[in-house]
């Protein structure tokens, strides 16, 4: 049986903060059998994307980081 290695979910945190920090955002690959998607976390507060909207999305994103002054 071939085993693979996932990395699947990472942390941004401001420098020597705890993991446990408010801000602390934590990005991971999730799937409950319908197929795999991000869900982005902020302390209780929850983002879920889906592969496909993802370029509209950062498009979106990018475009709004861009009019920011």
């Not at 982005?40 to 498009?59: A, C, H, N, V, Y």
Request: charged share 35%; net charge negative; with cysteine.
């Amino acid at each position: 049986m071939a085993y693979e290695k996932r990395c699947i979910k990472l942390l941004v945190n401001k420098m020597g903060e705890s993991i446990f920090a408010p801000e602390a955002t934590a990005i991971e690959v999730v799937d409950e059998a319908g197929g795999e998607f991000v869900e982005i976390t902020q302390g209780e507060d929850k983002m879920r994307i889906e592969p496909s909207e993802w370029p509209t999305l950062k498009e979106a994103i990018d475009e709004m980081i861009n009019s920011c002054r």
